[in-house]
């Protein structure tokens, strides 16, 4: 079934982040929610710090049980 589909250019992963991003802001800054753009950002470089650490933590507790 893989065979059926064309590989996924390697722009398209930074496209869909972008998009993803942009969108998210303009969310934030367009609607009325509590939570401002600002901290929006930091969410997600707070969320790309902790991410690799947890992945390490889940992969260590999988091996061992």
Avoid: C, D, H
């Amino acid at each position: 079934m893989v065979a059926k589909y064309k590989e996924v250019p390697l722009w398209w992963y930074p496209a869909v982040i972008l998009l993803a991003f942009v969108l998210g802001i303009v969310v934030t800054t367009t609607q009325n929610i509590t939570m401002p753009a600002w901290s929006y950002v930091i969410a997600l470089l707070v969320g790309a710090f902790v991410a690799p650490f947890v992945s390490q933590a889940q992969r260590q507790a999988s091996r061992s049980g």
